[in-house]
């Protein structure tokens, strides 16, 4: 599947934002570019402010038939009126949370740069695997999700792949034919006009 269309944009929020500017920021980018999948992406543990963000976005993916998931606070999914759930923790609470939230919901799950992880996901009803970091980053342990990892999961397994942390455009460019989405969001909030710098990394597929 992956080697022939051009993979999809899973955009993430930035892991803090303003409430009174974002939502106007995040219409800009959706109405610019095809947007698959939004995730709300927040450092925050705090449900009050979680809950005013998955509002703000919601309403703003919902209104563009984009699906939002949040990460892995899967008890406010149904709460919240949201689609789903991503689990930064791999396979590990795959099958209860598909358990808990149905057949429904979207839940992916990310494995860092385990083929093993990512089986297990996929087993116990993942929707997507998610690899990375694929980019240098300060972050983690320094092992990063090299493009064999991902080549050979487009060849063997069917669970959608998805490869996130620290992208560029050269990434961009030599993972397209192996991937089936990007998650982008860093690497676009950061610049002074996030929905030119995601036509940048989308340019780079071709």
Not at 65 to 76: E, W
Not at 146 to 172: K, N, Q, T, Y
Not at 183 to 204: H, Q, T, V
């Amino acid at each position: 599947m992956a080697e022939t269309e051009q993979p999809q944009i899973y955009l993430l929020t930035p892991p803090d934002f303003e409430l009174s500017t974002f939502p106007d920021q995040l219409a800009r980018v959706l109405d610019a570019h095809e947007v698959a999948c939004l995730r709300l992406n927040l450092a925050t543990a705090d449900e009050d402010r979680i809950a005013r963000a998955a509002d703000a976005c919601r309403e703003v993916a919902h209104a563009r038939d984009i699906a939002l998931v949040i990460n892995d606070h899967a008890m406010l999914v149904d709460r919240l009126g949201l689609d789903g759930v991503h689990l930064s923790d791999g396979a590990r609470r795959m099958r209860k949370v598909r358990k808990d939230l149905g057949q429904d919901a979207i839940i992916g799950a990310f494995c860092h740069a385990s083929s093993h992880d990512g089986m297990s996901a996929g087993e116990g009803g993942a929707d997507y695997v998610s690899f990375g970091p694929v980019g240098a980053t300060p972050l983690g342990d320094g092992t990063r999700a090299e493009r064999d990892l991902f080549a050979w999961w487009s060849e063997m397994i069917e669970v959608p792949v998805v490869a996130e942390g620290a992208l560029d455009a050269e990434l961009v460019r030599a993972l397209s034919p192996v991937t089936d989405f990007f998650a982008i969001g860093e690497e676009i909030w950061r610049a002074e006009d996030p929905a030119a710098a995601l036509g940048e990394l989308i340019k780079a597929m071709e």
